[in-house]
């Protein structure tokens, strides 16, 4: 491309080319997306087997959430380094996960909170005579878990017009609304088949995506 | 016929980098390079140019041990870019009457 003046029409197509240029130049990889799938649906998955064949783990499979931390770092500084350019959305994008992660370990240290208290409450019902209310927090829990499991799925889907994640979001809230009329057991399948629809699957399609414009 | 457009802008490649750039935050020499197939030397001059204006700032520093140049728009640059735009519209609502 050399200096040289135009018309007002080479002016414009000369915009609108560069700006879809910039446009297609920076695109998820879905890695974060598909770690996170994984590892949530596993963890449920897991929990749903413990509850439902009578068996315990001799570790909180949970804790892998809090692994899996390490390697979503290590993805992210690895992706910033391969980028040449970078997007408004992405600073977006970034701000909203890291908030979304944030958010979920202070709903567990929340809820564990909420839940000792129910068990306080159940044991001085039981110390005054009565029969111990057969009543779990950890029955409703799931709720808020797939609610905050469903904000950053829907902000991504309405920044990136990614419908995908927009069916995934929509499964997340539809599932907080179902755990509260369901079991455990229920509870810990209908969360493993929100993470598979928030974002393991919207993070493989973004995956094949990625690598079908790397060949290109 | 051109005479109240931007001449800073109203050049090919610094529309074309501006046009980049006005869609990013920020973006590496190398990338504004591939993307406007320029040579280096004739982008670097341009991009100084936008640089002199107002219009672009560039950061300079070090990735992994090799030399790295940023640019990003800078708030004056928008404003050039937008009032730009709206005068090729004029001239082209102009020329459609």
Not at chain 1, 130 to 137: H, K, S, T, V
Not at chain 2, 64 to 86: M, W
């Amino acid at each position: 491309m050399e200096e040289k003046h135009m018309s007002e029409l080479e002016s414009l197509q000369v915009i609108s080319t560069m700006i879809q240029k910039a446009k297609a130049s920076y695109h998820d990889r879905g890695t974060g997306a598909i770690l996170w799938g994984v590892v949530v649906a596993t963890c449920s998955l897991s929990t749903w087997a413990q509850l439902t064949y009578k068996y315990e783990l001799p570790f909180d499979i949970w804790l892998l959430t809090v692994a899996a931390v390490v390697p979503t770092i290590i993805l992210s500084i690895r992706e910033g380094r391969r980028r040449k350019v970078k997007g408004y959305d992405e600073t977006a994008m970034n701000w909203v996960w890291t908030c979304f992660g944030i958010s979920i370990f202070l709903t567990v240290f929340a809820s564990n909170a909420v839940g000792a208290a129910f068990g306080q409450v159940k044991d001085a019902v039981e110390a005054a005579g009565g029969a111990r209310p057969a009543i779990y927090y950890s029955d409703y829990s799931s709720a808020f878990m797939l609610i905050i499991y469903g904000i950053p799925t829907l902000v991504t889907a309405g920044i990136k017009n990614f419908k995908p994640m927009l069916f995934g979001g929509i499964v997340c809230w539809l599932s907080a609304i179902a755990v509260l009329y369901t079991n455990r057991p229920t509870d810990m399948l209908l969360m493993a088949l929100s993470a598979t629809c928030a974002w393991l699957i919207p993070g493989i399609i973004l995956y094949v995506k990625s690598r079908q414009q790397r060949v290109a | 016929m051109f005479k109240d457009l931007d001449p800073i802008l109203h050049s090919q490649l610094r529309l074309a980098v501006m046009s980049l750039l006005i869609s990013v935050r920020e973006a590496e020499f190398t990338f504004l390079k591939e993307k406007t197939n320029a040579t280096a030397g004739n982008l670097s001059v341009q991009i100084n140019k936008l640089k002199d204006a107002g219009y672009i700032e560039v950061k300079k520093q070090f990735k992994d041990n090799y030399p790295q140049t940023l640019c990003s728009i800078t708030e004056a640059g928008i404003t050039a870019f937008e009032k730009y735009v709206r005068d090729l519209q004029s001239y082209l609502q102009t020329g459609a009457a």
